[in-house]
């Protein structure tokens, strides 16, 4: 059911099992897992059902030095969150992604895999994709009657992306969360501080506060932060009333190691001198097993040894006078917006070659409060994102290597106008509006976090989920495995309960 916090009663105690703090991608569908069942869910979510300025005005935030991006338009803060806006590309990290890489420092999880498949598997579903395989891309191929570009092995692989509809998790989960007798979503309702016991080591409830509105309080067993990549380390930050320095950080690394995607767009264009090849697998969406799919290239994983690389991916896009390079365009696409038309491969047309990059875990690049305040006085945040000569160089040679490859296919001409101007690229980076890192899972204290049920060191009932517990992102986008990981820690929730 839904209720909006603005009409309870200033002072009022709402007491549930389980609190889980915002109604994004990571928050809705833990609730769900708890649907019907006998534990009562409070679900806290700062936004109504729909966009609102001044809601949104809260995310406001700076940056400290170069690069920056937007962090007010990077997220959304109403029910269903980012995903009210999100693209939809979807793809499990690998093995490579969990291991300890002795040339990325900082790499390596405390799970496995191997252990979080099942957990992949189940996440399919809640975001409307299709069967659970991301790696037959020669089979999907076949039976679209398409090919793969025969690349090597040696450098780069085909491998698979699944597309969501995108599922926007407000709408698409609203009905059953409304006809649920244990899930309670609390609208309008803005978490400002999580209050513990004197020693620190057990959260005892929730700051909350409606703009205009009541101060109420939530009483729970469990705690769960689902607030997002920024607002996670932000809200332990400002739960300072016990623990000076924020709930969680004795070792000072809440808000630390803060890591996203660097986006190249375009990286290379590849004018198209053979047409021997088809390019459909990549550069359009097909429907097959009950879902969606397209094809992407990466490294293979003797490359990115061999080379001592973070894992890159690159996405190739039809360039044609219909594609003005908005990236907006391809996301309308996506969307099935019927203004865009299916692009065709005609000849005098190219390749255009995006490129995301695995950043380099930094414990310099971080989020930390400002001296700025919003319209609750509560601390904004300040994002410092680093992009290190290290992760240049990865990026360069990544270029190299994709323009080596499509040469040797002999599929035209790569150019790379962005390889001649090395001093400028930071400017030329974007974020993947993946904001993540900043609340880190380890196997010990002095390394993150978080420990491997999500559960925060040191404290007896608070667990985190959502991107900020990623110690390292490989080259994927964030969404399938964070709603894994909350449905990990959803089971091990209802172990604990039961
Ligand atoms: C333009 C764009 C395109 C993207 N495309 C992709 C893609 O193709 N594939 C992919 O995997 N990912 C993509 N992402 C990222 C994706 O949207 C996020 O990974 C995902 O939404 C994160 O889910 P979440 O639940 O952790 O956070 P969110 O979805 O951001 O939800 C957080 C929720 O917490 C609420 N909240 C915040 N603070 C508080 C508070 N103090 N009290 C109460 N509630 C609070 C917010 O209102 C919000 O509802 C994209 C992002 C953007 C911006």
Not at 169 to 188: M, P, R
Not at 202 to 223: L, M, S
Not at 425 to 449: D, L, Y
């Amino acid at each position: 059911m839904f209720i909006d916090g603005r009409e309870l009663p200033d002072n009022h105690i709402v007491e549930a099992d389980i609190c889980i703090i915002g109604a994004g991608a990571v928050g809705i569908s833990m609730a769900l897992e708890f649907n019907n069942t006998n534990t009562s869910v409070a679900l806290i979510e700062s936004g109504g059902l729909e966009f609102d300025a001044k809601t949104q005005s809260l995310y406001q935030g700076g940056h400290i030095g170069d690069p920056t991006y937007p962090l007010e338009t990077n997220r959304l803060r109403y029910f269903g969150g980012t995903t009210n806006h999100w693209a939809g590309h979807c793809r499990p990290f690998d093995e490579f992604d969990f291991s300890v890489r002795d040339w990325v420092p900082y790499s390596g999880w405390p799970v496995t895999a191997e252990e979080m498949q099942p957990y992949f598997a189940r996440s399919q579903p809640v975001m409307q994709l299709g069967e659970y395989d991301y790696d037959s891309v020669e089979n999907y191929a076949r039976e679209l009657g398409l090919k793969p570009l025969p690349l090597q092995g040696e450098r780069l692989i085909n491998v698979l992306k699944h597309q969501s509809p995108p599922t926007r998790f407000g709408k698409q989960y609203k009905d059953e969360i409304e006809k649920s007798n244990n899930i309670t979503v609390y609208l309008h309702s803005n978490t400002l501080e999580l209050k513990s016991n004197e020693s620190a080591d057990h959260v005892t409830q929730a700051v909350v506060a409606c703009i205009d509105g009541p101060e109420y309080r939530v009483k729970a067993r469990y705690f769960v932060l689902a607030a997002g990549g920024l607002e996670n380390p932000r809200l332990m930050l400002l739960s300072n009333s016990t623990a000076p320095e924020g709930l969680g950080n004795d070792n000072n690394l809440v808000g630390r190691f803060y890591t996203d995607h660097l986006l190249i767009r375009p990286a290379m264009d590849v004018s198209l001198s053979h047409f021997k090849y088809d390019f459909r697998l990549y550069t359009r969406i097909h429907n097959i097993n009950g879902g969606k799919i397209f094809a992407i290239m990466t490294a293979s994983a003797g490359l990115t040894k061999k080379e001592k690389m973070t894992r890159f991916r690159f996405h190739l896009y039809p360039h044609a006078p219909r594609y003005d390079a908005a990236v907006g365009g391809v996301f309308s696409k996506l969307d099935n917006s019927p203004h865009v038309t299916p692009l065709s491969m005609e000849r005098g047309t190219s390749i255009q070659v995006h490129m995301a990059m695995e950043p380099i875990p930094n414990p310099d690049a971080l989020v930390r409060l400002s001296d700025d305040l919003d319209i609750f006085g509560q601390r904004k945040l300040e994002v410092k994102w680093l992009v290190s000569e290290q992760e240049l160089a990865n990026a360069h040679r990544a270029i190299q290597i994709g323009a080596l490859e499509f040469g040797q296919m002999g599929l035209g001409r790569a150019s790379a106008p962005i390889l001649e101007k090395p001093d400028q690229w930071p400017a030329e980076f974007t974020s993947g509006k993946h904001h993540c890192g900043t609340t880190r899972m380890a196997s010990n204290p002095k390394q993150g976090v978080i420990d491997k049920n999500a559960k925060v060191f040191g404290i007896d009932n608070l667990f985190v989920t959502g991107s900020s517990i990623f110690p390292t992102i490989g080259h994927t986008n964030p969404t399938l495995n964070l709603i894994a990981f909350s449905l990990k820690l959803s089971d091990h929730l209802k172990q604990k309960l039961a």
